[in-house]
């Protein structure tokens, strides 16, 4: 098994620009978390889905963030328009099992917006 | 609303020293309980989970962790530190029947030869 797939892992780009993470799933895994890592805010949920349906998406800071999951192994997370602010590890995590809690993480992106 | 309390930010151990690393969990009922470790530049990686049962718990790469309900604790243990466990340790919880993990602030272990 592969484990979680992130794409790019380092993304570099301008404020204003449009950026899309990319996460895949384990096989098997329905519910699917992404998170945001920085030094000032520690490891911020957010928004997960279950079963492609977007359960919780309270974390997510503003509407310049937007999540989706087109099929049952595969989301991207949308930032439209970037911001200096948005620069942080951003990593999905994904599970088999309602009830279990236990999360699977991917390696993580790390992105910088100038 | 579950919440999680790592009180100490950083620890400092000497290689070959014993380790205990404090979490703190708020809940209404007995939790789902974790702890992950980060290396650095990587994704976190599962150590150990508690659900029920034996109230101690073994993980990978020599770890262990007890659960204490009059405490409402779920430390982290290794009796011998190596060089290699220097990384940052979350403690995290999970209501029964949800699936939404909540972490603590995390803990830097840093390792002194």
């Known amino acids: 098994d592969a484990g979680v797939i992130q794409s790019p892992r380092h993304e570099v780009t301008e404020m204003g620009q449009e950026v899309t993470l990319r996460c895949k799933l384990i096989?098997?895994?329905?519910?699917l978390f992404w998170y945001r890592q920085t030094m000032m805010r520690g490891l911020e949920l957010l928004i997960y889905f279950n079963n492609n349906v977007p359960i919780d998406d309270s974390g997510m800071p503003e509407d310049r963030f937007s999540a989706k999951m087109p099929n049952a192994s595969f989301s991207t997370l949308k930032i439209q328009p970037s911001e200096p602010r948005d620069s942080a590890v951003y990593f999905c995590a994904s599970s088999v099992d309602y009830s279990y809690n236990e999360q699977f993480f991917g390696p993580g992106t790390r992105l910088t917006v100038l | 609303a579950q919440s999680v309390t790592q009180p100490d930010i950083h620890i400092t151990v000497s290689e070959g020293a014993s380790l205990e690393l404090r979490c703190n969990y708020s809940?209404?009922?007995?939790?789902?309980l974790f702890w992950y470790v980060q290396s650095p530049g990587q994704g976190l990686q599962l150590l150990l989970k508690y659900f029920s049962g034996d109230t101690l718990v073994q993980g990978i790469k020599g770890f262990e962790a007890e659960f204490k309900r009059s405490q409402s604790s779920f430390n982290l243990r290794k009796p011998s530190v190596h060089w290699s466990d220097a990384a940052e340790y979350f403690c995290?919880?999970?209501?029964?029947?949800?699936?939404?993990?909540?972490f603590g602030a995390g803990t830097i272990l840093r390792v002194k030869s």
């Open positions: 995290a919880v999970g209501a029964i029947g949800g699936n939404k993990l909540v």
């Open positions: 809940y209404g009922a007995t939790p789902y």
């Open positions: 096989s098997g895994h329905n519910s």
